[in-house]
């Protein structure tokens, strides 16, 4: 079955510091792959995805997915934490071997410090 | 344009009553779908409805849960005889197809607690 693994279930940074959020996913098919972010009280929106046309993806807000196929990677950095970068972050994966069901991961909750 | 509404946005209930929540899709979308987020944990998949095709609900844990679509707009979930388990942030996405390529709207949730 396809599944996704967000390592990390916190991560704190200071602001000004690079972010890094760990997304790997199972599938034998390439799937396409988002990331998605919630702020408080708010219901989850798209930040960036990935559909085959490239493997840099640059999404809203500065950040940036890469798609590694050997890796089975697709993590999200931003070079320069702002404050307001602050929510929780999830990876998730539809297609592949998966079809039309989008699998999400448990979320990774940032952190940015002052 | 409005996105995706949900409603209420907070529900409190007692243990074995039943509760009904809304959703509003974005206009022109046909794929619905409804997640429950527990407490720190991520979105389970619940159902999902794509037009007039029989909807998926393979997610849902129980026939407590059902979930109804009026072709392409509101949708409701209902949860008979509540538990303290459902206690959980629903939430309602949207989408303009089944590719895997779209991506979902989601709305702003509903919060159910049950006491």
């Known amino acids: 079955a396809q599944s996704v693994t967000q390592l990390g279930s916190h991560v704190s940074v200071s602001e000004g510091a690079l972010v890094l959020l760990r997304c790997n996913y199972s599938?034998?098919?390439?799937?396409?792959l988002f990331w998605y972010v919630q702020y408080p009280n708010q219901g989850l929106q798209l930040l960036l995805k990935y559909t085959s046309a490239a493997t840099l993806v640059k999404g809203i807000n500065g950040f940036e997915a890469e798609f590694k196929k050997s890796e089975t990677s697709f993590h999200l950095t931003k070079p320069s934490a702002h404050m307001s970068d602050a929510a929780e972050y999830f990876c998730a994966v539809s297609g592949g071997t998966g079809g039309f069901k989008t699998i999400f991961g448990a979320g990774t909750r940032l952190f940015v410090k002052a | 344009g409005a996105g995706v509404s949900q409603s209420p946005s907070n529900k409190v209930t007692e243990k074995g009553k039943d509760v009904e929540l809304r959703c509003d899709p974005i206009?022109?979308?046909?794929?619905l779908y409804w997640y429950r987020q527990r407490l720190g944990q991520g979105l389970e998949f619940l159902i999902y409805?794509?037009?007039?095709?029989?909807?998926?609900k393979s997610g849902l844990p129980s026939d407590r849960f059902s979930a109804e679509r009026t072709g392409e707009s509101v949708s409701t979930l209902t949860i008979q005889r509540t538990q303290q388990e459902d206690s959980a942030v629903y939430l309602c996405a949207s989408s303009l197809g089944t590719a895997p390529s779209y991506e979902q709207y989601f709305g702003p949730g509903t919060r159910l607690t049950v006491t």
């Open positions: 599938s034998s098919v390439p799937p396409y």
């Open positions: 206009s022109g979308h046909t794929a």
């Open positions: 409805f794509q037009g007039n095709s029989a909807p998926d």
